[in-house]
């Protein structure tokens, strides 16, 4: 028995077609650098949620009490991680976008307050670090109020991105747009170009980040033991895309955390990247926000910018 099932999966994307887009200077490749600000979000005893976070350096849950050890790991990344990270992106004069949760910056607001100030835009990354997948319409709607607004105290501005912890609910996308201010998310991992998407008759920018070109895979069973091992793992992901973006667009996204990268056996393996994509002509370092205004600009679709 044979036939076509039906599916709302777009396993196709361009294919071998896609948008006719080149990026400023007629460059290559676009690469986005996003730091994710998650310590302070995560699930804890002592920050009033129901459990402790259990992933983290070591392989262990503590269940009932306070986890001390595992806060401590969190807090290495604002106290340590963070100004190694930020020290190397001014060096090379690189742009990100700083991921962030709202509990992260409503608890330490002057993170916030360093990226402004380095040129970084600061996107969202949910109220807590939890996936949204299994949440209630009014719970996952609140997450998104306070996180828009603890980032607007902290930053001065209000985020255009918005990327969950791995799985978001059926309902996420209609109630960023419910929102408002939104001019994309990140909660794809199918594609190296921003696309549209269609939610309930209006049309939404995607820009897919990844899980390979990042450094959690420094995390359990990731694969990723010295920074050499994320250096040479990247640097090949960026040669390829900067010479298929000969022909047509590409984007790379480098996925940074401030407690992973961070750590003084590690930061080495960013700063090889950096040196290496640097060094390369036709290589965009970008903002997201930049990167989909530029994009929808380019594809003619720029009342989707509005005053985002």
Same mark, same amino acid.
């Given at each position: ?8 999966? *777009? ?8 948008? =006719?887009?080149?990026?400023?200077? *007629? ?10 600000? !998650? ?9 009033? *949620? %129901? ?5 983290? !350096? ?15 790991? $969190? ?44 040129? #970084?835009?600061?996107?969202? #990354?949910?109220?807590?670090? %939890?996936? #949204? ?13 306070? /996180?828009?607004?603890?980032? /607007? ?31 994309? @998310? ?5 594609? @190296?170009?921003?696309?549209?998407? &269609? ?12 899980? *390979?070109?990042?450094?959690?895979? $420094? ?37 940074? #955390?401030?407690?992973?990268? &961070? ?5 080495? &393996?960013?700063?090889? $990247? ?7 002509? &036709?290589?965009? $370092? ?5 990167? =989909? ?5 380019? /594809?003619?679709? %720029? %009342? ?5």
């Amino acid at each position: 028995m044979s036939g076509i099932i039906g599916s709302d999966r *777009d396993f196709r994307g361009y294919g071998s077609a896609p948008p =006719a887009v080149r990026w400023p200077g *007629d460059a290559r490749l676009a690469v986005s650098v996003v730091i994710n600000i !998650e310590e302070g979000a995560e699930l804890s005893l002592g920050q009033g *949620d %129901e459990r402790n976070e259990s992933v983290y !350096e070591v392989v262990e849950e503590i269940s009932g009490v306070r986890d001390l050890c595992m806060e401590s790991h $969190f807090e290495y990344g604002p106290r340590a991680g963070w100004p190694r990270i930020r020290k190397l992106l001014q060096d090379y004069g690189v742009r990100g976008t700083m991921n962030a949760n709202g509990r992260s910056l409503a608890i330490s607001p002057w993170l916030a307050r360093d990226g402004v100030t380095d040129g #970084h835009e600061v996107a969202a #990354h949910g109220w807590r670090w %939890e996936r #949204h997948a299994n949440m209630s319409e009014d719970e996952e709607r609140l997450a998104i109020a306070r /996180t828009v607004e603890a980032i /607007t105290a902290a930053a001065g501005m209000p985020p255009r991105g918005w990327h969950t912890r791995s799985a978001t609910s059926p309902n996420t996308r209609r109630l960023l747009l419910e929102q408002g201010g939104f001019l994309y @998310d990140s909660n794809a991992y199918n594609d @190296d170009l921003p696309y549209l998407v &269609g939610v309930e008759g209006r049309d939404h920018l995607v820009l897919p980040y990844a899980f *390979d070109t990042n450094d959690m895979r $420094f995390q359990r069973g990731g694969g990723f033991v010295f920074g050499d091992d994320f250096a040479r793992y990247c640097i090949d992901a960026f040669d390829r895309l900067h010479e298929e973006g000969a022909d047509a667009p590409r984007m790379m996204t480098v996925g940074l #955390h401030l407690r992973i990268i &961070g750590r003084p056996g590690r930061i080495a &393996g960013l700063e090889r $990247f950096l040196a290496h994509a640097a060094s390369k002509p &036709g290589t965009w $370092f970008a903002r997201r926000d930049e990167i =989909a205004r530029h994009w929808l600009r380019e /594809t003619g679709r %720029e %009342e989707l910018i509005g005053g985002r």
